[in-house]
C-alpha cells in the first residue's frame, strides 16, 4: 500500500509540473479602435478599426536574440469625412474609405532590449473592403445616427504593404525599476500607405518593469520559460513627427485614380500615443488614446483622436 501511494503521490506531483511548469507560447486576441472611445460626439477621419491577432514563438538559434515571434493578423480600418449627416453627403473634407487586410509578421528581441518588427500586407481598399457594410452596421447595432455620404468612398485599389519598426533601449548605463526611455522610428511602403515616423518612447511602471523581451510593450509576452504570478502594469507615451509621403485613402489609387472625392497630403504631421498596459498571468490588455496631425488641406480639417482596446490570452 505505501509503494502504491507513492507512485500516486509522484504521479501528481509530475502532472502538476506538466501542467503548470509550461512556457505560453502562443497569443491571441484582438484591438478595436474607435473615436468613440474617447468621445460620443467624435465620429470622423480614422473612425473604426478592428484586428484579430495570433501570435507564437519561433525557433530561435541567435545567441543575441533572446526571442523571435511569428505573427499572423486580419483587420479592417474604416475612414470617413467630419460631418456624415444627410445635408453634408456631397460635401466630403476628406474621403469615404475602407480598407481590408491578412497580415503576416516576424519580431526579433535582442537582448540588449532593442527589438525589429516586420511584416507584410495584402488586402483591397474601396467597396471590395466592405467598410460602408460594417460601419452601418455598427452604427445600426448601437443605435448610432445614420451615415450618409458612402457613394463618395474611393475606388478599389490593391493593397501590398510592407512595415518595419526598430526600437532602441536609452540610457541603459543608467537603469531604473520602474522608468525607461526608447527611441523608435518605423516605415511603411506600398500602394496604401508610405511614411516614416520617429519619436521617443517611455514607460513609467506601477510595478517593476519587464525586459523588453518579455513585456507586452511590443507584444512579447509569449516565452517558453515557466512564468509564475506575473504581473504587469504601466503607462506608456509615444509622441512623433512623421512624413506621409502616399496615403491612398486620402488621394485615392495611385494607378488610376478615378475616385470623385480625393485631397492633397500634409506631409509633416505630429502624432502622440499614450495610454495604460496590463498584464496579469495569461490576460494582456490595455488602453491606448491616439492623436494624429491634420491630415489634408480641406474645409474644417482638424487634427484627430480615437481611442484603442487590446484584449490577448495566452496559450501553451
Not at 159 to 179: C, D, T, V
Not at 227 to 239: K, T
Request: aromatic letters at 18%; proline letters at 3%; hydrophobic letters at 35%.
Amino acid at each position: 500500500m505505501m509503494g502504491s501511494k507513492k507512485i500516486v503521490f509522484a504521479f501528481l506531483i509530475v502532472t502538476t509540473t506538466l501542467t503548470f511548469g509550461q512556457g505560453k507560447t502562443k497569443e491571441i486576441g484582438f484591438i478595436t479602435d474607435n473615436d468613440l472611445y474617447t468621445s460620443s460626439k467624435n465620429d470622423m477621419y480614422y473612425t473604426n478599426g478592428l484586428e484579430l491577432f495570433y501570435r507564437f514563438l519561433s525557433k530561435n538559434e541567435n545567441e543575441k536574440i533572446n526571442k523571435k515571434i511569428t505573427e499572423f493578423r486580419v483587420g479592417q480600418y474604416i475612414y470617413n469625412p467630419r460631418y456624415i449627416n444627410y445635408a453634408a453627403r456631397n460635401h466630403n473634407n476628406r474621403p469615404f474609405a475602407g480598407y481590408l487586410f491578412a497580415e503576416v509578421g516576424k519580431s526579433f528581441f535582442y537582448n540588449s532590449e532593442s527589438v525589429l518588427k516586420t511584416d507584410f500586407q495584402v488586402g483591397y481598399m474601396g467597396p471590395n473592403a466592405f467598410g460602408r457594410q460594417m460601419q452601418e452596421a455598427f452604427h445600426h447595432t448601437i443605435g448610432y445616427k445614420e451615415v450618409f455620404g458612402w457613394e463618395n468612398q474611393v475606388h478599389n485599389a490593391l493593397g501590398i504593404q510592407a512595415h518595419a519598426l526598430y526600437s532602441k533601449k536609452l540610457l541603459k548605463n543608467e537603469p531604473n525599476e520602474f522608468a525607461d526611455l526608447h527611441f523608435q522610428t518605423e516605415a511603411n511602403v506600398g500602394t496604401i500607405f508610405t511614411g516614416i515616423s520617429a519619436g521617443f518612447l517611455t514607460r513609467l511602471g506601477f510595478k517593476k518593469l519587464l525586459p523588453i523581451y518579455d513585456s507586452n510593450l511590443h507584444d512579447a509576452s509569449v516565452s517558453s520559460q515557466t512564468q509564475y504570478n506575473v504581473r504587469e502594469f504601466y503607462f506608456y507615451a509615444i509622441p512623433s513627427i512623421n512624413y506621409q509621403f502616399y496615403d491612398a485613402t486620402i488621394e485615392g489609387s495611385m494607378f488610376s485614380n478615378t475616385s470623385p472625392v480625393t485631397f492633397e497630403l500634409i506631409p509633416w504631421r505630429f502624432n502622440a500615443e499614450f495610454g495604460l498596459k496590463y498584464r496579469h498571468n495569461s490576460f494582456n490588455m490595455s488602453y491606448s488614446f491616439i492623436y494624429h496631425g491634420k491630415e489634408l488641406e480641406s474645409d474644417d480639417m482638424t487634427g484627430s483622436f480615437y481611442g484603442s482596446i487590446r484584449l490577448g490570452y495566452l496559450l501553451k
